[in-house]
């Protein structure tokens, strides 16, 4: 089955400053790649996906980037703000219906000000 | 906006108890999912559902059994608790109309077993 490995488990930056995650995943047949955002205390949102057909997506200061030769995917934040600091869980789906997703472990990110 | 509710936010049961984590969504989704959520382990896929009476392993269901009668409700059971089931487990729902893909999820409950 997939398998996401998900680096750094966690990431301190300073505001202003940018931040790096990334994850790779084992299925090469996998193709859809989520990002959720999860603040203390409250649900995972999807804030930003992509697709195996797109190299790379930006969404105002965040964007992913997908290598399906490498099976590597990362999101980019740029110019991090405090509200930025949360756990970030990035995610595979391999659409063979019921469109199971798999989770890494997840980023804690804190962003000083 | 999708709902999606989870009957209790907190819960505190006894080894060996039979327990009920029931989840509602009001838009009408087929897919339905049972995640738990531990520290430096992410969410792992207990167990899914993309319709009424159907039910799928995930990656961890031992332990775990569920129930779909209808639509809108997943229903998570841990049939003798264990402590080890202590943990945050989060319901979600999808729908190839929205998307397929994108995971709405509901608030977790945060289950004690002692």
């Known amino acids: 089955g997939e398998n996401v490995e998900q680096h750094p488990s966690t990431l301190s930056v300073q505001e202003g400053d940018s931040a790096v995650i990334k994850c790779t995943y084992s299925?090469?047949?996998?193709?859809?790649f989520p990002w959720y955002k999860q603040e203390l205390g409250k649900r995972p949102q999807l804030i930003i996906d992509?697709?195996?057909?797109?190299g790379e997506k930006k969404d105002q200061r965040i964007a992913v980037t997908l290598n399906k030769t490498a099976k590597h995917f990362s999101l980019h934040i740029t110019e991090t703000q405090p509200e930025d600091s949360a756990v970030y869980f990035c995610?595979?789906?391999?659409?063979?219906?019921?469109?199971?997703?798999?989770f890494g472990a997840g980023t804690r990110l804190f962003v000083k000000a | 906006d999708v709902k999606v509710t989870q009957s209790s936010r907190y819960l505190v049961k006894r080894t060996g108890e039979k327990v009920f984590l029931e989840c509602v969504q009001d838009?009408?989704?087929?897919?339905m999912f049972w995640y738990r959520q531990d520290p430096g382990l992410g969410l792992r896929l207990i167990y899914f559902?993309?319709?009424?009476?159907?039910?799928e392993k995930g990656d961890i269901p031992e332990g775990y059994s569920v129930s779909r009668e209808k639509k809108e409700r997943f229903s998570l059971i841990l049939e003798s608790a264990s402590t080890n089931q202590t943990s945050m487990y989060l319901c979600?729902?999808?729908?190839?109309?929205?998307?397929?893909?994108?995971?709405?999820f509901g608030s977790g409950t945060q289950l004690s077993v002692l």
């Open positions: 979600a729902s999808s729908s190839p109309e929205t998307g397929g893909e994108k995971l709405f």
């Open positions: 299925d090469s047949a996998s193709n859809y």
């Open positions: 992509i697709r195996s057909n797109v």
């Open positions: 995610a595979a789906i391999l659409n063979t219906g019921g469109f199971k997703t798999i």
């Open positions: 838009m009408d989704h087929e897919n």
């Open positions: 559902s993309y319709d009424v009476k159907m039910k």
